[in-house]
C-alpha cells in the first residue's frame, strides 16, 4: 500500500528530485543517533541537525527539561525537514523518558563528556550495537542522571588548554569519525527497506504541495 502511495506523490516532482531521494537514502543511518540534552543555543543545537543530516543521521532526539528547543532555520537550511525529530517535553525529568525509550530500542546510551573514565575517539567500539551519542549544554554539560545512567562515556582527544570543543563542532567531529567507520565495515548500518519507504514517505509529503489532500483522496477511492 505505502509503495503505491509513494508511486502517486513521486509523479509530483521531478526526475532529478527522485534520483536525489534515493542516493540519499542508501546512505542514511539509524545505527548512530543523536541525543541533545536539554539544549538552550539554537545556533549551535541547529548546526547539530545540519551535521546530522549531511552525515546520513536520519533520527535526532531533543529532550526539554528546563529549555524548550527552537529550531533557528537560517542556520539549519533546511536540513530539519529531512530529518525524524522526537522530542521528549511531557514530563518533569524527560531524560530518563528518552533513555528508556532508547534502550528499549537496542541502543547503546553514550554520554559524550571531557570527563569521568571514558574512552576516546578513535578508541570507540561501534561493533558492539547500536549508539545513542548524548550532547548537553554549552556551560554544564549532560545532567547528572545521564552521566550516571550511561553505558560508555566518549571524549575527544585535545591538546590545548580549552577543555572542550562548543557543541556543534564535537558533534561534527564525533560524527565524521563514526559515520565513516561505519561505512568502511560490513555492520548492518543502513536502514531496512521498510524504513527506506517510511523515510521517503516522509521526505515526498514535506515536498509535494497539497500532499495530505492527495494522500486523503487516495485512501478514499480504496
Given at each position: 500500500?505505502?509503495?503505491?502511495?509513494?508511486?502517486?506523490?513521486?509523479?509530483?516532482?521531478?526526475?532529478?528530485?527522485?534520483?536525489?531521494?534515493?542516493s540519499?537514502?542508501?546512505?542514511?543511518?539509524?545505527?548512530?543517533?543523536?541525543?541533545?540534552e536539554?539544549?538552550?543555543?539554537?545556533?549551535?543545537?541547529?548546526?547539530?541537525?545540519?551535521?546530522?543530516?549531511?552525515?546520513?543521521?536520519?533520527?535526532?532526539?531533543?529532550i526539554e527539561?528546563?529549555?524548550k528547543?527552537n529550531i533557528n532555520?537560517d542556520?539549519?537550511?533546511?536540513?530539519?525537514?529531512?530529518?525524524?525529530?522526537?522530542?521528549y517535553?511531557?514530563l518533569s525529568?524527560?531524560s530518563?523518558?528518552?533513555?528508556?525509550?532508547?534502550?528499549?530500542?537496542?541502543?547503546?546510551?553514550?554520554a559524550?563528556?571531557?570527563?569521568?573514565?571514558?574512552t576516546?575517539?578513535?578508541?570507540?567500539?561501534?561493533?558492539k550495537g547500536?549508539?545513542?551519542?548524548?550532547?548537553?549544554?554549552e556551560?554544564?554539560?549532560?545532567s547528572?542522571?545521564?552521566l550516571k545512567?550511561?553505558d560508555?562515556?566518549l571524549?575527544?582527544p585535545?591538546?590545548?588548554?580549552t577543555?572542550?570543543f562548543?557543541?556543534?563542532?564535537s558533534?561534527?567531529?564525533?560524527?565524521?569519525?563514526l559515520?565513516?567507520?561505519?561505512?568502511?565495515?560490513?555492520?548492518?548500518?543502513?536502514?531496512?527497506?521498510?524504513?527506506?519507504?517510511?523515510?521517503?514517505?516522509n521526505?515526498?509529503?514535506?515536498?509535494?504541495r497539497?500532499?495530505?489532500?492527495?494522500?486523503k483522496?487516495?485512501?478514499?477511492?480504496?
Amino acid at each position: 500500500m505505502i509503495t503505491d502511495i509513494i508511486k502517486l506523490l513521486e509523479s509530483f516532482i521531478t526526475e532529478e528530485k527522485k534520483k536525489l531521494f534515493s542516493s540519499v537514502l542508501k546512505e542514511r543511518t539509524r545505527y548512530i543517533t543523536v541525543v541533545l540534552e536539554d539544549i538552550f543555543q539554537p545556533h549551535n543545537a541547529s548546526a547539530v541537525l545540519r551535521t546530522c543530516d549531511c552525515f546520513g543521521i536520519q533520527d535526532i532526539h531533543i529532550i526539554e527539561n528546563k529549555n524548550k528547543y527552537n529550531i533557528n532555520p537560517d542556520v539549519t537550511m533546511g536540513s530539519d525537514k529531512w530529518l525524524n525529530i522526537k522530542k521528549y517535553n511531557a514530563l518533569s525529568d524527560n531524560s530518563s523518558a528518552a533513555i528508556n525509550s532508547l534502550k528499549d530500542a537496542g541502543y547503546r546510551i553514550v554520554a559524550t563528556t571531557p570527563s569521568g573514565k571514558h574512552t576516546s575517539l578513535e578508541e570507540f567500539d561501534l561493533t558492539k550495537g547500536k549508539v545513542a551519542l548524548f550532547f548537553g549544554t554549552e556551560p554544564n554539560g549532560l545532567s547528572d542522571f545521564v552521566l550516571k545512567e550511561a553505558d560508555e562515556r566518549l571524549f575527544i582527544p585535545m591538546h590545548g588548554f580549552t577543555e572542550s570543543f562548543n557543541i556543534s563542532v564535537s558533534a561534527a567531529i564525533i560524527l565524521y569519525c563514526l559515520t565513516l567507520q561505519l561505512r568502511n565495515s560490513s555492520m548492518p548500518w543502513k536502514l531496512t527497506r521498510n524504513e527506506s519507504l517510511e523515510v521517503k514517505f516522509n521526505w515526498l509529503k514535506r515536498s509535494v504541495r497539497n500532499s495530505e489532500n492527495i494522500v486523503k483522496k487516495y485512501y478514499s477511492e480504496q
